[in-house]
């Protein structure tokens, strides 16, 4: 059949490795046209054949001993015919798929493997002198014919007839391309200045971008009807209208370079350019924009006259290779002028951030290339050079329009933002400029050697898909899935919304039951859309049954933690011991619920801080819900009183304070406690049941207000804590000099008795003339008059850094005497 026919000749082919590669590119494309019909009728049958199965599954498997009933033996007979007889043409068509395939790849390795050949290729090489003179000579003849073939046409009658008749429209042609190429730029320049030159705006720039795109149009415009009026004289003859041909093309090239050079080196300080630059390094960029447009200028017509008289590689070499230096000594210039909008005053700054350490690889890049393109093209490795250094021109101009284009991306989000400073700042922009440097990934595979074939090649790989288990998922099915879920999904966001607003607040669940309704329902809805979406993708779960055993592997060992949180998530809003809102605390964090998700709970602190505690805590730890349910709490106020206070008066007085708070609940009344003897004072406790305990600072800070003013009015002392202290050698503390060891209880003086704190308080500094025997008499009476102020006493004895030496000093007798004294 024709299939067999055209594989047969394919096999021959690569076998062969004789076919042009022009030939191998048809036969390939016409391969890529049948593998496609294979691959479509590998899918014909899939209904039937889950039909089929279907059916052979609902008869049960074959009894392992004994025979089945013979309707069920011929049925489950016919329906394997069938199955047979549907899968046939899918296996047949697998088998060829296959067959294409391997020879597609086939021919894809010879053309790259030949591909490679002439770029490792060793010609002759520009710098032999041998070269230079055919050279020459190919240029003159090539312009020598074209007069021949001028005169010669113009000799013929017929051809001077044509031309008379000609003349007008050709003329006018000829007439407007001149104007258009020599004034066409100088109009659009003058006019883009004017409109930039009234202001920095977002319209201004958009309108004199559009305004600038000119500045190719037009001359390029004037080029065609150049080329035109030149055919239309029919006096080239082939190789004038050859070189015709050729210049738009070239025109094309050498006006866009110039475009791109004014807008990454714009002339005016209006907008600011993608490279910080200044205005004579901007000029600089501009000149050598225009120059690698020279070079790309002349080296298409060049192309176009060796492919027609199909010059030797000498020939081409040596005419090239001057365009090679040009361009190698422009790219040079260029990556130094890159280099350098690096190397500013905002250097630091600028090597940290992502597009300046890019435009500095890319310089010093351009910099290599610049110098290797031609010495490759000098040694006889001509096409790598080639290969190097035009593909690199062609990379900077991308690059320049991508610029262009970022930049046109950020002004149309400003237009419609109206935020100038925030553009940088923005996620939109940045999006769009990954999504426009994902889709120059084409045009960079072509510009450095790609075929059209290989990106066409991968497209169908990616088409294609890829297998899990016994599925394949395609992008088709991912999209499927993508939109599938998104409207689930906002389904279930607008069937919350509905819920929250107009069904829960009708029932008579509370805030937090309407809140775990609510959210439930939108996990549910969530995981449905899960499902659905897949479904709808055409996945087959039951295939994704492995990796779903691994991923719980997994998560019995790696993700136990965020596991159990989101279970006690589930746990908290069936139970709902929490709710937001609620005043609880854990730990030593208390503070309000603001937010419960299935992870963790969002506490915020008197704080005003949020405070993220996982569920499991909340689940398996201790927590105090002070609002659950209701706001009645308790409050506790201590308070108390001095020794000798009348008690029964206390206890009245705070039983009148505490039923005398309005947040105070009279049922059950408030009751003070009378709690102990302390210390320092008479304690008491007032414990009362708050309407509202969110308020309990404010009603204690009410209630000990109006306790002072009570106690006040009625005479009642509030107590505070007393301490004395006594102090070893207080001459040391004093700073006085250590004079000579003495001997005998003299050596230790009586200790001062210093009140430390509370009215009354007294300060005795007994003088070095005091002994022992009068601090002792005058001791007993320090402690009476302090102890009316005080029912407790502590004394903290201060030990003197020179202990060891006056112990050594005045000998273990003066020391007993002395501590006697100081008891």
């Known amino acids: 059949d024709a299939w067999e026919t055209v594989a047969a000749r394919a096999e021959a082919a690569v076998e062969a490795s004789q076919a042009s590669n022009t030939a191998l590119e048809s036969l ?11 691959q479509d009728a590998e899918a014909a049958n899939t209904a039937p054949i889950a039909a089929v199965n279907a059916q052979i599954a609902a008869l049960g498997a074959k009894p392992e001993e004994g025979e089945e009933p013979p309707d069920t033996a011929r049925q489950r007979a016919e329906l394997n015919t069938r199955l047979n007889e549907l899968k046939s043409p899918v296996q047949r068509a697998e088998v060829a798929f296959s067959r294409a395939d391997a020879l597609i790849q086939q021919i894809d390795q010879t053309l790259r493997d030949r591909q490679t050949s002439e770029l490792l290729e060793l ?10 003179p055919p050279a020459i000579e190919a240029v003159v003849d090539y312009f020598y014919r074209i007069a021949v073939d001028l005169r010669t046409n113009w000799d013929k009658e017929t051809s001077r007839g044509e031309f008379r008749r000609n003349l007008p429209v050709s003329g006018g042609l000829f007439l407007l391309a001149i104007a258009l190429v020599l004034r066409g730029r100088l109009w659009v320049e003058l006019l883009v200045t004017s409109v930039e030159e009234r202001g920095r705006t977002a319209e201004r720039w958009l309108a004199g971008l559009v305004v600038s795109l000119g500045q190719i149009i ?12 030149l055919q239309l004289t029919q006096m080239l003859g082939t190789r004038g209208d050859v070189l015709a041909k050729s210049l738009p093309a070239a025109g094309f090239a050498f006006f866009a370079a110039r475009w791109l050079g004014g807008q990454i080196f714009p002339r005016g300080e209006t907008f600011v350019s993608p490279l910080d630059l200044d205005r004579s390094a901007r000029t600089q960029g501009r000149f050598l924009a225009s120059l690698l447009g020279v070079v790309l200028l002349l080296r298409a017509p060049l192309h176009a006259m060796a492919r027609q008289l199909d010059w030797s590689p000498e020939v081409v070499n040596v005419l090239t290779f001057p365009l090679l230096v040009l361009a190698g000594v422009a790219l040079a210039r260029m990556g130094q002028l890159m280099l350098r909008a690096t190397r500013r005053d905002n250097a630091e700054e600028f090597e940290t951030d992502f597009r300046g350490r890019v435009i500095s690889l890319l310089s010093r890049g351009v910099i290599v290339v610049a110098f290797a393109g031609p010495a490759f093209a000098g040694i006889g490795y001509f096409n790598a050079g080639e290969a190097l250094v035009f593909p690199t021109i062609a990379t900077l101009m991308l690059l320049g329009l991508l610029a262009v284009l970022q930049r046109l991306v950020n002004e149309i989000y400003i237009l419609f ?8 700042e923005a996620l939109t922009p940045v999006l769009a400029g990954f999504a426009l440097a994902v889709a120059s990934l084409p ?31 395609s992008p088709t099915d991912f999209m499927t899935f993508v939109i599938v879920f998104g409207i689930c999904y906002v389904a279930t966001r607008l069937l919350q919304t509905a819920l929250r607003s107009q069904v829960l607040p009708k029932t008579k669940l509370d805030p937090g039951g ?6 439930g329902v939108g996990y549910l809805g969530i995981f449905a859309a899960g499902l659905i979406a897949v479904t709808s993708a055409g996945v087959d779960l039951s295939a994704l049954a492995f990796v779903a055993g691994a991923l719980s592997l997994g998560i019995g060992f790696g993700l136990q933690n965020i596991v159990s949180n989101f279970v006690s998530g589930i746990i908290l809003f069936i139970e709902r011991p929490i709710s937001i809102g609620d005043w609880i605390e854990v730990g030593d964090q208390m503070g309000y619920v603001r937010d419960i998700s299935v992870r963790s709970t969002r506490i915020e602190t008197f704080d005003r801080t949020d405070v993220i505690v996982p569920n499991a805590d909340l689940v398996s730890g201790t927590v105090t819900n002070w609002t659950r349910g209701n706001l009645v709490g308790r409050i506790i106020v201590p308070v108390g009183v001095a020794y000798g206070s009348d008690t029964r008066k206390v206890q009245a007085l705070l039983q009148d304070v505490a039923e005398a708070q309005p947040m105070v609940l009279l049922n059950p009344p408030p009751y003070v406690l009378f709690k102990g003897f302390g210390a320092d004072s008479v304690d008491f406790e007032i414990r009362a049941i708050l309407r509202d305990v969110t308020a309990i600072l404010d009603v204690q800070t009410e209630m000990n207000h109006q306790i002072s003013e009570r106690f006040a009015a009625e005479g009642i002392e509030i107590p505070f804590a007393q301490r004395d202290i006594w102090l070893r050698n207080p001459e040391t503390l004093r700073g006085s000099p250590s004079g000579p060891p003495r001997s005998g209880a003299g050596a230790d003086e009586a200790e001062p008795i210093t009140p430390t704190s509370g009215s009354g308080a007294q300060s005795r500094s007994p003088t070095r003339a005091e002994t022992k025997a009068e601090a002792e008499a005058r001791a007993p009476e320090d402690r009476t008059r302090t102890s009316r102020k005080t029912q407790g006493r502590q004394h903290l004895e201060a030990e003197d850094l020179h202990r060891s030496e006056d112990a050594a000093d005045d000998g273990s007798d003066g020391s007993a005497g002395a501590e006697d004294g100081a008891r």
Do not use: H
């Open 218 to 229: 037009l001359p390029v415009v004037g080029l065609l009807l150049f080329s035109a009026a």
């Open 417 to 424: 933002t109206r935020n100038r400073d925030g553009v940088n």
């Open 514 to 519: 309407q809140n775990a309704v609510a959210a």
């Open 28 to 38: 390939r494309a016409e391969l890529a046209n049948w593998r496609e019909q294979f």
């Open 443 to 473: 045009a960079f595979a072509l510009i450095w050697g790609a075929r059209v074939t290989d990106l066409t090649e991968l497209w169908a790989r990616f088409v294609e898909g890829f297998t899990v288990g016994d599925t394949r998922v």
């Open 123 to 132: 010609g002759p090489t520009p710098l032999n002198p041998v070269n230079w």
